[in-house]
């Protein structure tokens, strides 16, 4: 990559001119994880916590997220999503709940950031639930599993 798209010429950062661009359909999927203790997990895990159910409002807040993606990120397009799905679940190392989002359009741009802001949000809310429980928890390793759609094709992440 020789430039920074969201850059002009004179070294100010602007929103991409996508009004030439065809639409297609797109989708992306991020994912990240709520590493916890093991005691911490069975709470979230069991529901009945006391303040309501910890995965609900995680993958709830993660779909409210992704639709004001535009609102949060300065140079992100307000888009028409098609799909937005949030799953929280145990981390099959039984490190903590991993979180992973899907998001669908059919537009000029990618929803790329849509699908990276649903997961960080979900992983913030679970930390803010859990937290009087667990304050050593972490988020890590949110970032983007897959992108298709679009001029520069298929992404599948390495990892």
Known sequence: MSELSHIDEAGRARMVDVSDKPATEREA????????????????????????????????????????????????????????????????????????????????????????TAVSVACLTLYDMLKSADRAMS?????LISKTGGASGEFRAGR
């Open 29 to 116: 999927v991020a994912a990240g994880l709520v590493r916890m203790k093991p005691e911490t997990l069975a709470l979230a895990l069991a529901g009945g916590w006391k303040k309501g159910d910890v995965v609900a409002a995680a993958e709830i807040a993660g779909v409210m997220a992704a639709k004001r993606t535009a609102e949060l990120i300065p140079m992100c397009h307000p888009l028409l999503l098609s799909k937005i799905a949030v799953q929280v679940s145990k981390d099959a190392g039984g490190l903590g709940l991993a979180v992973t989002a899907r998001v669908r359009t059919t537009g000029p741009t990618g929803v790329e950031m849509e699908a990276l």
């Open 139 to 143: 988020i890590d390793g949110v970032r």
